[in-house]
């Protein structure tokens, strides 16, 4: 199991940026998929994006549609770490983001391992 630890949210005013980090330890990290996914208070968890170990290939990543264009996923394998940059933020993106190490695309998606979740960190988005 890897349990992924989330750090860099906060409070931010609508059409701001945020940087999330999340680090994941385990010598396997640079053969993971790793994913974000956020939870609204009363609303189920959902996927945000999603970045494969697979960077020999183009198009390795995968986003949630309302976020494209505005939240860009990277990986850093030396330092262990997933970043989720998100940009031009709205009041709706406020949610505890969760990262997710060790899932899986499945169609157009990513399927969590339901093993290895981090604790969330808060963005909230002021209007």
């Known amino acids: 199991q890897v349990q992924p630890v989330e750090s860099g949210g906060g409070l931010v005013q609508a059409g701001g940026s945020l940087k999330l980090s999340c680090v994941a330890s385990g010598r396997a990290f640079s053969r993971n998929s790793m994913g974000w996914f956020r939870q609204a208070p009363g609303k189920e968890r959902e996927f945000v994006a999603a970045i494969s170990w697979i960077t020999w290939s183009g198009n390795n990543t995968r986003y949630k549609e309302s976020v494209k264009g505005r939240f860009t996923i990277s990986r850093d394998n030396a330092k262990n770490t997933v970043y989720l940059q998100m940009d031009s933020l709205r009041p709706e993106d406020t949610a505890v983001y969760y990262c997710?190490?060790?899932?899986?695309?499945?169609?157009?998606?990513?399927?969590?391992?339901?093993?290895?979740w981090g604790q969330g960190t808060q963005v909230t988005v002021s209007s």
């Open positions: 997710n190490s060790g899932g899986y695309y499945s169609g157009s998606g990513y399927v969590p391992d339901k093993r290895n």
